[in-house]
């Protein structure tokens, strides 16, 4: 089983099960990580069938979250909240890691249209930074090879805009999400890591 907390946008839970193979992706939408250590708890306990494979991440809504603060006392005092949510999930992260390959997905940079408000690439750096730097020594992977893939969208964004909600186009439409041509590209990434002991 596979579990991922904090990247899909509206379904706060859904499961695909492929029947020719021992698969089974579950989506938890918890994007402030609510949920993480209770399943996490459960999964360790023998409440529920374990993870074996764990994907984490999500730093706009902190971010969102924090837009007062940010105001008024800046970046650095608005990432808080963030750095104590995670320091909070790190040692059942870290601590599920030596069972199960844990993952922190960093976050995308987002288009440039979206510079003046709080969620900008500065903010999202910080963020990033902040976790490198929690989860360092944890056995928690940190997968920020898809933020070069998030730059050239957007730079393809600014420079023709192209709208389009169906899959496999871009979502220049959505500044603050990648496009969905670059999703099954993550898709496939993250598909590659999970399956290469089983190919």
């Known amino acids: 089983m596979i579990a991922e907390f904090g990247h899909m946008k509206h379904a706060s839970y859904q499961q695909v099960i492929l029947v020719d193979t021992p698969l ?3 989506h938890k939408w918890q994007p402030l990580w609510g949920g993480i250590t209770n399943s996490i708890d459960a999964w360790m306990k ?9 994907l984490f991440g999500g730093v706009l809504h902190f971010i969102i979250h924090s837009e007062d603060i940010y105001k008024v006392e ?19 992260v870290a601590k599920y890691s030596k069972i199960a390959q844990v993952v922190y997905k960093m976050s995308d940079h987002v288009q440039a249209c979206d510079f003046n408000k709080i969620a ?28 070069p893939l998030s730059d050239i969208n957007n730079e393809e ?19 603050r999400h990648i496009g969905y041509l670059f999703v099954e590209q993550y898709l496939d990434m993250l598909l590659s890591d999970i399956c290469k002991d089983v190919l």
């Open 46 to 54: 023998g409440k529920d069938s374990p993870a074996s494979f764990l």
């Open 120 to 147: 900008n690439n500065d903010n999202i750096d910080l963020h990033n930074k902040i976790a490198r730097e929690i989860l360092a020594g944890t056995g928690v992977s940190l997968w920020d090879s898809p933020i």
């Open 74 to 92: 800046g970046p650095e005092k608005a990432a808080e909240n963030f750095r104590k949510e995670l320091v909070k999930v790190k040692p059942l």
């Open 24 to 26: 089974k992706l579950t």
């Open 157 to 175: 964004c600014q420079l023709r805009f192209k709208e389009s909600e169906k899959m496999g186009d871009w979502r220049c439409q959505d500044p």
